[in-house]
């Protein structure tokens, strides 16, 4: 788990529960993406809520999850984008 601390004292991080984040002050947790069947029951990541693209089909929700996280620290995390 990566852990961004801004210059503002802010922490920004994609989520696990590898710690315990209020031990670092109060959480603020904020969807960034979402992990969704479609009708042929593909599994795609649709990270637009931090204005990414649609990424997918994957055959199983596992890889779905892998690329939502990849992708989320990379281009989220890791960038200049508020959170």
Do not use: K
């Amino acid at each position: 788990m990566q852990l961004l601390v801004q210059p503002n004292g802010h922490v920004r991080c994609v989520y696990d529960e590898v710690i315990e984040l209020s031990a670092l002050g109060r959480v603020q947790i904020t969807r960034g993406s979402h992990v969704e069947p479609d009708a042929d029951g593909r599994w795609f990541a649709d990270p637009a809520v931090v204005h990414g693209p649609r990424l997918g089909p994957f055959a199983q929700r596992s890889e779905a999850l892998a690329a939502e996280r990849e992708w989320l620290t990379a281009n989220w995390l890791l960038s200049d984008q508020p959170g």
